[in-house]
């Protein structure tokens, strides 16, 4: 019954309002508010889902999603899900479930291979890579084997003199990853960027930050370069950034969560030149990789460095295996303990595709953006904010046609009227001041029939609005 409802809801899914248009509680006056005592039927239970639990869903999976980084799912990553969960493994050590780590060690091989990785980034060349659920943990986790490698050099005391650099673009998570690992708030730099350098962080703007902070006395500790940055996927030069950063003994993690999956595309590879001299490298199959959700991909040259900081060993889990050091106990390379069997929905999808499907799906939605990104250049009321990069494209209504009006709230107003209509879903970014549109094609449904559409709705809704605004003015 929920495999076949499941169905339908995908075979439906262009019906149901792109965007939740719910208020917010709705669901606490459709719902009960105390748990049932008995039993109840899966009947019941499903007309409920349908009932409220459908309508406060905002539907990532529709072909006329656009907003944020795809979440990109498919046959094969829900059947490994599915074997994921009736295992349910706890693949904390290697004892717990052999076979669930060996295949992660083996699919992170395969990936790394696929994604030309240097070799000391794989378990073949005394590397290794781990699967975790998002970037946050990932970033989290490298951040404190930085910390701790670079405390034992100057001294444990010595924490409130560590500092982490990144752009004004970078991810939030960086910054919350510091404050959980305990650096200094005040010793975090999020580097300005331009509109003249394509928000990308500039390796000069980076040397001058640290040569000031270690002219104040500080220790720089941890880079954080992007490849795909959320607001506009700006791309850093990895390889003149870790030029920069390794001179002062920084541990370099490179965050390619939306764009890495594009860099199996040979024409694409070029993003990520440099990791060589980076520390780390990761990406999230979940975004972009027809993984469902979730899957955080890390590669680390130093497994070491991670294992020192996370490593926990009571005796309860004491056993022949570890203690030979002849196996990975993945709990020492994450921040919990208990872990899902990741392994097998990637597995599934690099088999069920195979690298060449793989590699046309993603070209697909790159050319998709292309042909956007024209029909925006034929309007002349809209400007390209920024050039594209990949599947993605940042556009705006331009100033001089907002009849005097703010275009920033002009630009607000058309994007939420989009958005309220159901019909598609965006998502906006501030750089620069200027408020822009985002429109991040990726989900595994969307056809070039769902952009041109898309691209038409945009147009309709900017005719009222503008009217409105000449009318007002």
Same mark, same amino acid.
């Given at each position: 019954?929920?495999?076949?409802?499941?169905?339908?809801?995908?075979?439906?899914?262009?019906?149901?309002s792109?965007?939740?248009?719910?208020?917010?509680?709705y669901?606490?006056?459709n719902?009960?508010?105390?748990? &049932?005592?008995?039993?109840?039927?899966?009947?019941?239970?499903?007309? %409920?889902?349908?009932?409220h639990?459908?309508?406060?869903? *905002?539907?990532?999976?529709? &072909?006329?999603?656009?907003?944020?980084?795809?979440?990109? !799912?498919?046959t094969? /990553?829900?059947?490994?899900?599915?074997?994921?969960?009736g295992?349910n493994?706890?693949?904390?050590?290697?004892l717990?479930?052999?076979?669930a780590?060996?295949?992660? *060690?083996?699919?992170?091989?395969? $990936?790394?291979q696929? $994604?030309?990785?240097p070799?000391?980034f794989l378990?073949?060349? +005394? !590397?290794? !890579?781990?699967m #975790?659920? *998002?970037?946050?943990? =990932?970033i989290?986790?490298?951040?404190?084997a930085?910390?701790?490698?670079?405390?034992? #050099?100057?001294g444990?005391?010595?924490?409130?003199?560590?500092?982490v650099y /990144?752009?004004?673009? *970078?991810h939030?998570?960086?910054?919350?990853?510091?404050?959980i690992?305990?650096?200094?708030?005040?010793?975090?730099?999020?580097?300005k960027?331009?509109?003249s350098?394509?928000?990308?962080?500039?390796?000069q703007?980076?040397?001058?930050?640290?040569?000031?902070?270690?002219?104040?006395?500080?220790?720089?500790?941890?880079l954080c370069a992007?490849v795909?940055?959320t607001?506009?996927?700006?791309?850093?030069?990895?390889?003149? $950034?870790?030029?920069?950063a390794?001179?002062?003994g920084?541990?370099?993690h490179?965050?390619?969560?939306?764009?890495?999956?594009?860099?199996?595309?040979?024409?694409?590879? +070029?993003?990520?030149?440099g990791?060589?001299d =980076?520390d780390?490298f990761s990406?999230n @199959?979940?975004?972009w990789?027809?993984?469902?959700?979730d899957?955080?991909?890390?590669?680390?040259?130093?497994?070491?460095? #991670?294992?020192?900081?996370?490593?926990?060993?009571?005796?309860?889990l004491?056993?022949?295996?570890?203690?030979?050091?002849?196996?990975?106990?993945y709990? %020492?390379?994450?921040?919990?303990?208990?872990r899902?069997?990741?392994?097998?929905k990637?597995?599934?999808?690099?088999?069920?595709y195979?690298?060449?499907?793989?590699?046309?799906?993603l070209?697909? +939605?790159?050319?998709?953006?292309?042909?956007?990104?024209?029909?925006?250049?034929l309007?002349?009321?809209f400007?390209?904010?920024?050039?594209?990069n990949?599947?993605?494209?940042?556009?705006r209504v331009?100033p001089?046609?907002?009849h005097?009006?703010?275009?920033?709230?002009?630009?607000?107003?058309? #994007?939420?009227?989009?958005?309220e209509?159901?019909?598609v879903y965006?998502?906006?970014?501030m750089?620069?001041?200027?408020?822009?549109i985002?429109?991040?094609? !990726?989900?595994?449904?969307?056809?070039?029939e769902?952009?041109?559409?898309?691209w038409?709705?945009?147009q309709?809704h900017?005719?009222?609005?503008?009217?409105k605004? @000449?009318?007002?003015?």
């Open positions: 019954m929920i495999v076949d409802f499941l169905a339908d809801y995908y075979h439906n899914i262009e019906n149901y792109v965007l939740s248009q719910v208020d917010p509680g669901l606490q006056k719902l009960p508010s105390y748990a &049932p005592f008995g039993s109840e039927s899966i009947e019941i239970i499903l007309q %409920d889902i349908k009932r639990i459908i309508p406060g869903i *905002t539907h990532w999976q529709s &072909p006329n999603f656009f907003a944020f980084f795809p979440s990109s !799912g498919s094969a /990553g829900f059947m490994g899900e599915m074997l994921s969960t295992l493994t706890v693949g904390f050590n290697w717990s479930s052999p076979a780590t060996e295949l992660e *060690t083996m699919v992170m091989d395969w $990936l790394g696929e $994604l030309r990785l070799k000391e378990f073949t060349g +005394h !590397g290794g !890579g781990v #975790l659920g *998002t970037t946050c943990e =990932a989290l986790a490298t951040l404190v930085a910390r701790d490698r670079m405390l034992n #050099l100057i444990r005391d010595n924490i409130g003199k560590l500092v /990144g752009s004004d673009q *970078t939030c998570a960086v910054q919350k990853a510091a404050h690992a305990g650096f200094d708030p005040n010793n975090f730099r999020a580097i960027t331009s509109r350098s394509s928000f990308s962080l500039l390796p703007s980076l040397l001058k930050t640290i040569q000031k902070d270690l002219h104040s006395g500080l220790v720089p500790c941890y992007t795909g940055t607001s506009t996927t700006a791309i850093d030069p990895v390889g003149a $950034l870790c030029h920069v390794k001179n002062y920084m541990w370099i490179v965050d390619a969560a939306y764009a890495g999956s594009a860099c199996i595309c040979p024409e694409f590879r +070029h993003l990520i030149d990791v060589e =980076a780390s990406l @199959a979940h975004k990789f027809l993984t469902n959700l899957c955080c991909c890390l590669w680390v040259k130093d497994p070491n460095s #991670l294992i020192k900081s996370l490593s926990t060993n009571p005796s309860y004491h056993n022949n295996a570890s203690e030979s050091k002849q196996v990975v106990d709990k %020492d390379w994450q921040i919990t303990l208990s899902r069997f990741r392994a097998l990637v597995w599934l999808v690099l088999r069920s195979g690298i060449s499907n793989l590699r046309n799906f070209r697909s +939605h790159v050319e998709m953006a292309k042909s956007f990104e024209e029909l925006v250049k309007d002349k009321r400007e390209i904010v920024v050039p594209r990949l599947a993605m494209v940042c556009f331009i001089s046609v907002a005097g009006g703010d275009a920033n709230e002009i630009n607000r107003k058309l #994007l939420d009227s989009m958005n209509s159901g019909r965006m998502s906006h970014a750089v620069d001041g200027m408020f822009i985002r429109c991040a094609i !990726g989900a595994t449904l969307t056809q070039q769902h952009v041109i559409i898309a038409k709705i945009v309709e900017a005719n009222t609005i503008l009217n605004t @000449a009318i007002s003015a």
